[in-house]
C-alpha cells in the first residue's frame, strides 16, 4: 500500500530508516483487532479522526469542505454522514481533520464535537445541526484534541500542533499556549493518577512522529523527555486506565482507525495486564506499542499490529462513558439492557 506522508519526504525517510536500527525491546501477548466499522460507501476517503460522543462515534475522512464526518450507533451500524451542512475548512496537513468530543466538565458542553481545522477548531453540537469557530488564529496546524479527564489541567481541551506548540484551551475557547517542543507533536493523553507512570502522573504525555520521542508537560509547561527514538512513527497515545472494563458497558475498549480501509476495536479485557500504561500506535511501522515503567526505565514492547496505518485511537473507559460519575446517559442504559435495569429497580426498592 502506498503510504500517505504527512511530514516532509525526508523526515518520513528518517523514521523508516530508524524502524531497521531500532526496534523495541520485546513483545507481550498478542492484541486482537476486529473491525468495528467500515464507512465506506457513505463517506469516501479513510478515517483521519474517531471519537466516542456519548450516543453515537464520530469520525473524519480525510478530505475538506462538506460531508468529512460521519457517525455510527454504538455497535457500529448506521453509518451515516455526520453535520452535513458544516463545511470543515482545508489547511490540516493533508486534510487531516482531528476530532474530539467534549465530556460536560471544566464548563464544556456534553458530547459535543470538535473538529481540527488548521489553525482552528470548529465546534458542532451533538445534534450535528449548529457549529461555530470554537478556537482560531493558532502558531500552527491542529494535530490532536484531548480532553482532561483527569483534573490537573482543570478539565480543559488539550491540543497539539504540527509546529510542537501545546496548548490548553477553556470553555470560553481561550488558548494558552503550555508549553513548545519544537516539532510535529500529535498523540496526547493525561496519564492516570495512581498509574506510576514514571513519577508523571497526572501530566500530559505526547508523541512526536518524526523523532520518536515520548514528552511529559506538566501542567505549568514543564516538558520533560521520557523516551527518545521510538520507531516507526508513534502517531496515537492514549493511556490504559487503571479501572478499564469496570462499567461492564461493551462500549469499552481500544478503538484505532484503520487508514484507509475502515475502524478496529478490541476489548477491554485484553488489556487488564496493562492498567496504567501508555499505548502508542507507530504510523510507519503499523504496530500497537506497550510503554510500561519498570520502577527504573520505561519499557517499550509489541503487544499488536494493524493491518493497515494507524491514524487517530482512544480508549473507551468507565470515565469517559461517565465522566465525573454522573448518572448514566439513557443510550448507556438501553445498551446494559432490560436485565440490568430491573436489578437497579430491585436494589432502589431495598433502599427504601
Do not use: C
Amino acid at each position: 500500500m502506498m503510504k500517505r506522508f504527512r511530514t516532509p519526504t525526508t523526515v518520513g525517510a528518517f523514521v523508516l530508516a530508524m524502524a531497521f536500527a531500532i526496534q523495541p525491546s520485546g513483545s507481550d501477548a498478542s492484541v486482537t483487532l476486529n473491525v468495528f466499522t467500515d464507512p465506506h460507501p457513505t463517506v469516501g476517503g479513510g478515517t483521519i479522526g474517531f471519537t466516542y460522543a456519548g450516543n453515537k462515534f464520530v469520525g473524519s475522512v480525510q478530505a475538506d469542505g462538506n460531508n468529512v464526518l460521519y457517525s455510527t450507533d454504538l455497535n457500529g451500524g448506521n453509518v451515516q454522514v455526520f453535520a452535513p451542512t458544516v463545511s470543515i475548512p482545508g489547511g490540516s496537513p493533508s486534510s487531516e481533520h482531528f476530532v474530539s468530543s467534549s465530556l460536560g466538565l471544566g464548563g464544556f458542553p456534553n458530547r459535543d464535537v470538535y473538529v481540527a481545522a488548521g489553525n482552528s477548531i470548529i465546534h458542532i453540537d451533538n445534534a450535528g445541526t449548529t457549529s461555530n469557530t470554537f478556537v482560531s488564529g493558532l502558531a500552527s496546524a491542529v494535530r490532536g484534541i484531548t480532553f482532561d479527564t483527569v483534573g490537573t489541567f482543570s478539565n480543559d481541551m488539550l491540543v497539539t500542533t504540527i509546529g510542537g506548540q501545546i496548548y490548553r484551551i477553556d470553555s470560553l475557547g481561550s488558548p494558552t499556549l503550555l508549553a513548545s517542543v519544537g516539532e510535529d507533536t500529535e498523540g496526547l493523553d493525561v496519564a492516570p493518577l495512581g498509574a506510576g507512570f514514571g513519577g508523571k502522573d497526572g501530566q500530559l504525555i505526547v508523541a512526536s512522529e518524526g523523532s520518536g520521542n515520548i514528552r511529559a508537560i506538566s501542567n505549568t509547561g514543564v516538558a520533560t523527555t521520557l523516551i527518545t527514538g521510538i520507531p516507526g512513527g508513534p502517531e496515537e497515545l492514549t493511556f490504559v486506565p487503571l479501572n478499564l472494563g469496570a462499567s461492564g458497558n461493551p462500549v469499552e475498549g481500544f478503538y484505532g482507525s484503520n487508514y484507509t480501509e475502515n475502524v478496529l476495536k478490541a476489548d477491554a479485557s485484553q488489556f487488564t495486564g496493562f492498567l496504567g500504561d501508555a499505548i502508542v500506535t507507530t504510523e510507519f511501522g503499523h504496530q500497537m506499542l506497550r510503554l510500561h515503567w519498570n520502577g527504573a526505565a520505561f519499557d517499550v514492547t509489541t503487544i499488536g499490529s494493524f493491518p493497515s496505518q494507524p491514524e487517530d485511537g482512544l480508549f473507551v473507559t468507565a470515565a469517559i462513558i461517565n465522566p465525573g460519575g454522573t448518572v448514566p446517559e439513557p443510550s448507556t442504559l438501553l445498551m446494559l439492557g432490560s436485565g440490568l435495569a430491573g436489578l437497579a429497580y430491585w436494589r432502589r426498592r431495598r433502599v427504601a
